[in-house]
Structure formats: structure tokens, C-alpha cells
């Protein structure tokens, strides 16, 4: 098939998965209950409509609640609208995977392969059919990269001197992805590195004057993107001095450090934080939903489950793994030159190595916030199938690994979409998971009144998926 064929199938099929059921539990879960609300609230203004005791204090910047909303305001606050933009965003990341495929491999199979990966990933999947804000930084973010693989040429100069319509579009999804939750600028950063050494191998021209053009897409339009998500958002005058009271700017500054010092002093313990280095392990995946016999709505039998879990696929992400690694030395060896190589390796360590520290003094981070860094194993795993040099060879390995990901997809999609289990279906699918242990007590010491031992909000032991 033609590549647009290859482009409208796999959107198709991507977002047709993404719907299904996704009306499906009728209720918030999981960080839905402030999302779903905060994006209802930003267009119709009323706490009552929205189901708001009180607006909220904001704690990420607007974007992501501004299209969260847009849904709810378009269809009513109701589980199909506040999920049905983030269902969408979703789809056409795999899409824009598909794009990226077509021009950093040798072949379109390998651009599928790729694409089919994210596709039926179960990570992508669930965070796609929630309204959460994660499921659009790798779709901006990757739009942004798209963008800076289309932007690069063999001229040594654009065409038309300053105006790269390429990269503007790069700078605006990248501006996007900041927009929605900070760790976007992970992957910006990434976009700018990769638009740099593209513009210092150009053979000909001063390499210095490759820098005001990043300053101007990739600082300049980012700083434009963020601050126009704002709008609606902070209170003020535009033209007032920026420092005074009552200006805009000023409004806007103290909304950021507040957001700073509230995402810095996050040390409560959650039962469901994880650090970062057990991410790609899988180690502790976060349940959404879980109902068990006459608890379901409408209730089930006896000994039925029925779940919404954030999980990875251990078939999938073990051995991606060790080709990202195998992607990270190519680009040693190669100096860099191995565009496939460069994409796949060090657009994984940028989005996951920057969380690596974070776990302590900030205790809040989840197992979700891995979600940017799975394209990359996806375009690992398509780059391993491109590199296979015999045709026939490269046609079983495709098959072989479509058949992986597909199989393995199908056997935990009913934990993925709150579809029923008997208690054996389940424990099958956590069999090698389920050795969670009791986490020690805390000593909580209140301010007034005596000690008391909790368990409460603190996270289990071990390799849980319960």
C-alpha cells in the first residue's frame, strides 16, 4: 500500500481501538475527577455546572485542560466528553509515529512495524482513553519532531532565508507540549539538539548562523505558545509594567512559582508513586479502576474482576529495551549518523533520563509519566526491523514481532478496558507480578493528640501490580 493509505489505516485503526467502550466506567477515575472538571470549568466558568466544591489552584499550565474541556463543552460533562479529545490525541500520535518512520528508515514496513507498536501499546492505550494530561505531550512532542525531520535539508541555506515554515511548526508543538505539563520541555529540548546538529553539518555558510534561527523558533515561538494558553486563564492588564499589581504578566509570573513550589514540595506518600529506574521494568503500574462482583456497576459475579490498570507490556518493553541500547551505541560508533539511531537512542534518554533523580525529595512521580519515552522503544523496535539485511529475513522478523505485540496486547486488553475476568483469567495475566508486600508502618506524629501507625497512602514493596 501507498504510505497515505499506510498513514489513514493505522489512525483508523488506532483511534477505532481508543473508542471502544470509552464511555466505559460512567464515573471519574483516577486524576479525571480534577481534569475532567478544571476543562468544564475553563468554559463554562461555574463551579455548580461542573461539579466543583471550589476551583481548584492550578498546579500545571492550561493546554492540556483547555482541550479536555473543549470536549465537554462540545458533548457534556460526561465520561464520552471529557475523553474523547484525549482519544483522538492518541490515534494521531500513532500517526505521526507512522510519519517519522517514513524518514528515518529504509522502508514503510518498518515505519508500520513502528507505528503498529504504539499502537497497540498498553501504556498509550489506557492513557489515551483517560482524561489525564500526559497523552498529549508525546503527541505535540513528537508533531514537533516531525516537524524538525521535515525542516532538514541537503542546502547549506532555507530557500527563503528566515521564514521556515518546518520549523515554526516544530517550535509551535513543541511551545504545545510545554503548555500542557512541564516535563514537555524534555522533548523540545531533544527537537532543539537534533535541529542543531542538523545545522552544523550543513557544509556550507557560517555555523554560527544557525543560532538566531533556533532562538527564534525554538525560544521565542515556544515562550509565544505557553503564554497564549494562558489567555482566559490569569487576570490582569496587558499593558500595565510587567512587575506592578494588577499586571498581567506579573498575575502570570506568580501563577508560575506557585506552580514551582507546589510541584517541589510534593512529599506526601501516594500507594501508588514509584521511582523512575523501575519504570521501564514495570515494576509498579497504576490501577485506575478496580471492581470485584456485585461492587461492579452493573454488578458481575461472585470472583469477577473488572479493571482499568496503566500497565507496559513486558514482551514488548524488555527486549525494546535492548535494542534502545543498541541504538544508543550506533549512535557512538556512528558519530551521530545514524538518523534512525539518533531518533530512537537519544529521544529515549532525554524524556526518561531527567526523571531519574526525581523520585527524592518529590515522592509524587508515577509509573505514567514513562509514557513520552515508549515511542522511542516503538521506532527501537522499527529500526531493528529495518536493519535485518536479507528480505526474506527482515519479512519474519516483521511477522514475528507484529504477532508479539498483537498477541500480547489481546491478552491483557481485558485488564485494559474494564472487560470481565474470573479470578484465574487475572492472576494468569499478574501471575510473575503478584509479590506485592505490606509496605512498614509510617509513624505519623500529628500536632496535636498521641502517635499512630498507618499504612495508608504508603507504596507496597516489591514487583506489584495489584
Not at 521494568?281 to 478496580?290: C, G, K
Not at 519515552?373 to 522478523?397: E, H, M, N, Q
Request: glycine share 8%; hydrophobic share 50%; net charge positive.
Amino acid at each position: 500500500m501507498k504510505r497515505d493509505v499506510w498513514l489513514i489505516v493505522l489512525i483508523f485503526v488506532a483511534t477505532g481501538l481508543r473508542m471502544l467502550w470509552i464511555w466505559d466506567p460512567n464515573q471519574f477515575v483516577f486524576d479525571e475527577a480534577y481534569y475532567a472538571r478544571e476543562g468544564c470549568y475553563y468554559f463554562e466558568a461555574s463551579p455548580e455546572e461542573c461539579q466543583m466544591d471550589r476551583v481548584p489552584p492550578e498546579v500545571h499550565p492550561p493546554l492540556g485542560k483547555w482541550l479536555i474541556g473543549a470536549g465537554v463543552k462540545l458533548i457534556g460533562l460526561q465520561p464520552f466528553g471529557w475523553r474523547i479529545f484525549p482519544a483522538l490525541a492518541g490515534g494521531l500520535t500513532v500517526g505521526i509515529l507512522f510519519l517519522i518512520g517514513t524518514e528515518i528508515f529504509r522502508s514503510t514496513r518498518a515505519a508500520v512495524t513502528a507505528a503498529t507498536v504504539l499502537a497497540l501499546d498498553p501504556l498509550h492505550f489506557v492513557q489515551a482513553r483517560v482524561a489525564m494530561l500526559d497523552i498529549f505531550i508525546p503527541f505535540f512532542g513528537l508533531l514537533a519532531l516531525w516537524c524538525a525531520l521535515k525542516d532538514r535539508g541537503p542546502e547549506p541555506d532555507p530557500p527563503h532565508g528566515w521564514w521556515r515554515p518546518w520549523r515554526l511548526g516544530a517550535g509551535i508543538a513543541g511551545g504545545a507540549a510545554l503548555a500542557t505539563k512541564w516535563p514537555g520541555l524534555f522533548i523540545l529540548a531533544f527537537v532543539v539538539l537534533f535541529t542543531l546538529i542538523q545545522d552544523l553539518r550543513r557544509r556550507e555558510g557560517p555555523r554560527l548562523r544557525a543560532l538566531p534561527s533556533l532562538a527564534l523558533y525554538f525560544v521565542a515561538v515556544p515562550i509565544a505558545v505557553y503564554l497564549a494558553s494562558y489567555i482566559g486563564r490569569v487576570d490582569g492588564t496587558v499593558f500595565a509594567l510587567p512587575w506592578l499589581d494588577g499586571s498581567w504578566f506579573r498575575a502570570f509570573w506568580d501563577q508560575q512559582v506557585y506552580m514551582l513550589t507546589t510541584l517541589a514540595n510534593l512529599t506526601q506518600a501516594h500507594s501508588y508513586q514509584s521511582p523512575a529506574w523501575s519504570w521501564p521494568l514495570i515494576q509498579r503500574p497504576v490501577a485506575y479502576f478496580f471492581c470485584v462482583g456485585s461492587r461492579c456497576k452493573p454488578g458481575v459475579d461472585s470472583g469477577v474482576y473488572q479493571q482499568i490498570m496503566a500497565v507496559g507490556n513486558p514482551f514488548v518493553w524488555w527486549p525494546g529495551l535492548l535494542l534502545v541500547l543498541a541504538a544508543v551505541v550506533a549512535v557512538i560508533r556512528t558519530r551521530g549518523k545514524d538518523l534512525a539511531a539518533l531518533i530512537a537512542g537519544i529521544g529515549f534518554l532525554f524524556t526518561f533520563v531527567p526523571w531519574l533523580p526525581s523520585y527524592s525529595p518529590r515522592a509524587t512521580t508515577y509509573f505514567f509519566y514513562f509514557l513520552p519515552s515508549v515511542p522511542f522503544i516503538a521506532l527501537a523496535i522499527g529500526r531493528a526491523v529495518d536493519r535485518v539485511s536479507r528480505p526474506r529475513l527482515r519479512l519474519v522478523a516483521t511477522a514475528a514481532t507484529l504477532a508479539v505485540v498483537a498477541g500480547s496486547f489481546a491478552f491483557y486488553f481485558p485488564m485494559l478496558t474494564k472487560r470481565s475476568l474470573t479470578d484465574d483469567a487475572w492472576r494468569t495475566r499478574i501471575a510473575v507480578f503478584d509479590n506485592c508486600d505490606r509496605p512498614d508502618p509510617v509513624v505519623r506524629r500529628p500536632k496535636h493528640g498521641d502517635e499512630e501507625t498507618v499504612r495508608k497512602h504508603h507504596p507496597q514493596d516489591g514487583w506489584c501490580w495489584i
